[in-house]
């Protein structure tokens, strides 16, 4: 690791296969807590490589335990996180609006790092109970056409790294990782970004993929389809920078989206939205970053047609049924 170190404190950069053994031995647990923390600070110092990235998201999918699922042609809705503005957890829901205008959704989480509440938080918070157990997986799928990937159960090797991360309590690269690495190699991707150069980085890799994606970032920093003025969208068919208008929503002030200050908070605000009792603003957000998830999956969609079924998912009680059937299968029935 002193060598590894070393290169980087030269302003130096790593190669691709560098950065993939780097990563699996930080991963294994070979190197000390001072040194992976140090690993981790230079990425805080400067930007990291498309090569690295390339090696660091190789080197944790090697590592990773595979879900095998390609017959659900399922998409993940994953924002990088690390953008600082404290939302309540947009794409969680908005997976769920999505599950429930008949997309399936293997959504890809993890506790919160830089923020309150991550996905897993919030679900954890609401009694559901991970697992990687594939069974478990396809019956959720096949039940509720949603199954959460919760991100510790299928890496590992991410347990040695996590508390450095969560001391830390800034974004890091893992943060630029955590929508790359899902374990079911989902061919359709939803990706909010904090930074343009990242959405960039992302395209990038995304068009070599052989996938359906769009990446996300809204101008004012958010990662993920804000209202809160003009975003850019990164597709296969291209780049679009839209405003809200553009796509029939309103425009909406940083406020109308914040999320709670604890985890119970944010529970309140994400069953309040799916019971139909959130804010007009809150509403529309989620539609907007669920309508951005469906015209994805199906690109003959134009995005009013997207915005229409995801408004329907979600006022319908649809996407709130996709809730109560992953949380409480035994209570529910299965989402037509």
Known sequence: MK?????????????QAQAK?????????????????????????RSV????????????????IPVDIPEYD?????????????????????????????????????????????SSNLLAYFGYEFTNDIGKLKKSLDEAKICFLHAPLFHPAMKNIGPIRKDLGVKTFFNMLGPMVNPSFP??????????ELARIYGYLYQNNDMQFSIIHALDG??????????????NAGERLLAPEDISMPLLRSQDILGG????????IFENILKG???????????ANAAAALETSQPNWSFDQARDAASQSLKSGKALQVFKRLIEPQLSVPVS
């Open 222 to 235: 958010y990662d993920e389809i804000s209202l809160t003025g003009s975003f850019k969208i990164i597709s």
């Open 3 to 15: 060598d590894i170190l070393n290169h980087l404190i030269e302003y130096k950069t790593l190669t």
């Open 261 to 268: 200050k604890t985890v119970e908070e944010n529970a309140k």
């Open 74 to 118: 399922a998409i993940d809705l994953c924002g990088t996180g690390g953008d600082g503005k404290d939302t309540f957890n947009i794409s969680t829901l908005a997976s769920f609006i999505v599950a429930g205008a008949g997309q399936h959704v293997a959504k890809h989480g993890n506790v919160g790092v830089s923020s309150v509440c991550g």
């Open 21 to 45: 053994d780097a990563l699996k031995k930080i991963a294994s647990g070979e190197f000390n807590q001072s040194q992976m923390a140090a690993f981790l600070t230079v990425f805080l110092m």
């Open 49 to 64: 490589r498309v090569e690295e990235l390339m090696g660091f998201r190789d080197g944790l999918l090697d590592l990773c």
């Open 277 to 287: 009792t959130g804010t007009q603003a809150q509403e529309a957000v989620v539609i």
């Open 187 to 196: 061919k359709k991707q939803l990706v909010g970004v904090f930074s343009l």
